[in-house]
Nanobody
Framework: QVQLVESGGGLVQAGGSLRLSCAASGRTLSSYRMGWFRQAPGKEREFVAFIRMSGGTTYYTDSVKGRFTISRDNAKNTMYLQMNSLKPEDTAVYYC?????????????????WGQGTQVTVSS
């Protein structure tokens, strides 16, 4: 079993940047495919980005393509989400998640472990 802890959220103006981190403990992060999700108030949790175990393949939801970058450092047991050109509609609680699936996973039910979330607020 792996435990995940997100950090790096905060309040930023539109157009600004934040880098989220997801630190893993309990098991090595390299055993899992990883993803970022977000949930805005009153909305369902939605997929943001995915990365394979080696980090060689990434996948993004259309609304963040070209602005967000997912990466991982397996040696540090940490995954990241670099968020640039932030918009007010990016405001949400951001969650990292680990999947034991062998394919690209963009739905919440494909992930086995979740962090507690970190709040990102983008002001206009």
């Amino acid at each position: 079993q792996v435990q995940l802890v997100e950090s790096g959220g905060g309040l930023v103006q539109a157009g600004g940047s934040l880098r989220l981190s997801c630190a893993a403990s309990g098991r090595t992060l390299s055993s899992y495919r990883m993803g970022w999700f977000r949930q805005a108030p009153g909305k369902e949790r939605e997929f943001v980005a995915f990365i394979r175990m080696s980090g060689g393949t990434t996948y993004y939801t259309d609304s963040v393509k070209g602005r967000f970058t997912i990466s991982r450092d397996n040696a540090k047991n940490t995954m990241y989400l670099q968020m640039n050109s932030l918009k007010p509609e990016d405001t949400a609680v951001y969650y990292c998640a680990a999947s034991k699936e062998t394919i690209v996973v963009v739905t919440t039910d494909g992930y086995d472990y979740w962090g507690q979330g970190t709040q990102v607020t983008v002001s206009s």
